[in-house]
């Protein structure tokens, strides 16, 4: 894979993307991003102010009323330009991201950048499907018909754990429908998005309709949200900062597209294949070293099956190889950050008290112990109302735990706040059925766990939140809906005047 990714020199112009280009931050706080494999510092970066927010939202402004009206064939013509760049960069991009992040280059290089260039692929060709309703004389004397139009500028704000994928998701629906975007990344991962807005340019997308500002939340988070000229808000990240967020955008009547939290259950019934669902649990709850929102974190096994399961999902856990991500035999990097690494070892400690550690539970020592690694951890007996059992830990870290009925097991499935994803395994095409109907998730897969695709929606239920990312389904966030209304009669006196103008038979 060759060298880190050299962060200083590429970026040395700045770390905001304002109008095409780079310039740097007006905020009095910088932020220093640092490899969580290694401690060392990568790039510090100042972070963006109010009024670089203000002049990004004025570019995203300026850029508005021709990219909305090109047309639908000139939008995905440099949006095809844009996967072929990507594509060219496709190696640097997963060095960028494995070090920001700490992922195995083979999971940057497998999943974060070809699902990157494939979503890209996909909304240029979506963007050439946009459409209303077929127009209809719904009453006699007129014709209606729906137009789809672009809302204006989109004010996004994206998390850590998927940095370039959560900015192609947040960017691609935008402006495949006509809007402009500023996009706020977290401040710990502000590189590939930087990235991604740079290739935008070089694919040819004019500039102010992709801005990137990397801020704080609560400088630059809170003033994108609260912007008068932002007419959308889109927002990922967790449950407790997308509360924040709503009710920012809701005293500015915004639009709101919310993807926050996530405790997906994986329910293994007893006529299921014991070696695929343990396996599937391992690869579910360890991927992005758990640090994903449709990871499997909660194991609800059928009794026949639950020794076994645990007994096998822990040998399994033991032979993943923690290491340096940019090793391409590493299985497993270390968290995002030193703190999100404690956070974690936190609920496991907490748990101790509860539950029992059957594998896991440690911070790895020896050539690891600079960076923020956790070892994979698997927890049996904590009871259903435990911290460990409802909250999000965003860590390697499964709950297992059994079930006899399968009325007990869609009760435990759905008995938290969350409704992001869920799995349900067995060969019994009934039980399948029933857990796709009663499992309350916006993705339920049968007998895997985490695999999506450009043409599907992700979005959660309940807690979870509301809209969808990816897929045709995401033009519902991204774009209004008008009804036009032709009268076909031309008469002045219509018929329904009857209510102004009294009895004229
Ligand atoms: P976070 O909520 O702490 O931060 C997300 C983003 O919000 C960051 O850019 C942050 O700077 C910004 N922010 C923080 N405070 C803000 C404020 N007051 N106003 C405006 N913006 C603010 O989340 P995180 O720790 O970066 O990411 C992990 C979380 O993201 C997890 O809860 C995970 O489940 C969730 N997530 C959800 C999805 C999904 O599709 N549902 C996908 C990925 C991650």
């Known amino acids: 894979m060759g060298n880190r990714f050299q962060a200083k020199d590429r970026f040395a112009d700045g770390a905001q993307y304002v109008d095409g280009r780079l310039r740097p931050g007006t ?32 570019a995203a402004r300026r850029a508005f009323p021709a990219w909305s009206a090109a047309t639908p064939g000139e939008r995905a013509e440099v949006l095809h330009r844009l996967a072929g760049v990507l594509g060219e960069r496709a190696e640097e991009f997963a060095r960028a991201e494995s070090l920001q992040c700490g992922k195995p280059v083979k999971l940057s ?72 975007i500023v996009l706020k990344p977290a401040e710990l991962t502000p590189l590939t998005s930087l990235m ?69 259950p994986f329910v293994v019934f007893a006529d299921a294949d014991l070696e695929a669902a343990a396996q599937g649990a391992v690869a579910a709850s360890l991927i992005n070293t758990g640090q994903d929102c449709t990871a499997a974190t909660r194991a609800y096994v059928q009794r026949p099956l639950f020794d076994a399961f645990v007994a096998r999902v822990a040998e399994l856990m033991r032979t993943v190889r923690l290491g340096d991500p ?88 759905n008995d938290t706040p969350y409704g992001l994803a869920a799995s349900a395994w067995t060969r019994d095409v009934y039980r399948a059925g029933r857990a796709t109907r009663e499992i309350k998730a916006g993705c339920v897969w049968v007998n895997d766990h985490i695999p999506i695709i450009s043409e599907m929606p992700h979005g959660g239920y309940k807690a979870s939140g509301f809209g969808k990312d990816m897929s045709a389904y995401s033009f519902e966030e991204y774009t209004q809906v008008k009804h036009v209304m032709y009268d076909n009669t031309a008469v002045a006196a219509k018929d329904w005047h009857r209510t102004i103008f009294g009895d004229r038979s």
Do not use: C
């Open 196 to 264: 991604f807005a740079q290739a935008a340019t070089e694919a040819g997308i004019p500039d102010g309709v992709v801005n990137i500002v990397t801020g704080a939340g609560r400088e630059a988070g809170e003033h994108l949200v609260g912007h008068p000229d932002v007419a959308m808000t889109s927002f990922t990240g967790s449950t407790g900062v997308g509360k924040r967020v709503a009710e920012l955008a809701t005293a500015t009547v915004k639009r709101l597209h919310l993807e926050l939290g996530g405790k997906a």
């Open 27 to 58: 905020s009095d706080a910088s932020h220093t991003v640092v490899d969580p494999a290694t401690g060392e510092d990568v790039l510090t970066y100042q972070l963006a102010s109010a009024a670089d927010v203000d002049a990004a939202v004025a």
């Open 109 to 180: 290089t497998e999943f974060d950048v070809p699902g990157t260039i494939d979503n890209t692929a996909f909304f240029a060709g979506a963007a050439r499907h946009l459409q209303g309703q077929a127009a209809g004389e719904y009453s006699g004397d007129h014709t209606s018909y729906v137009r789809r139009e672009a809302i204006g500028v989109v004010g996004s704000i994206a998390p850590w754990n998927y940095p370039l994928q959560m900015a192609a998701w947040k960017i691609l629906p935008a402006v495949a429908a006509g809007n402009t």
């Open 326 to 413: 940019f090793d391409p035999a590493t299985d497993l990097g270390p968290l995002v950050s030193h703190a999100q690494r404690d956070r974690v070892a936190g609920f496991v400690e907490r748990a101790r008290a509860y539950a029992t550690v059957v594998t896991g539970g440690e911070i790895p020592g020896g050539a690891l112990a600079a960076g923020a690694y956790y070892a994979p951890t698997l927890i049996t007996g904590a009871p259903q109302d435990s911290e460990i059992v409802q909250s999000e830990i965003f860590g390697p870290v499964l709950v297992a735990l059994p079930f006899d009925t399968d009325d007990e097991a869609i009760a435990l499935a």
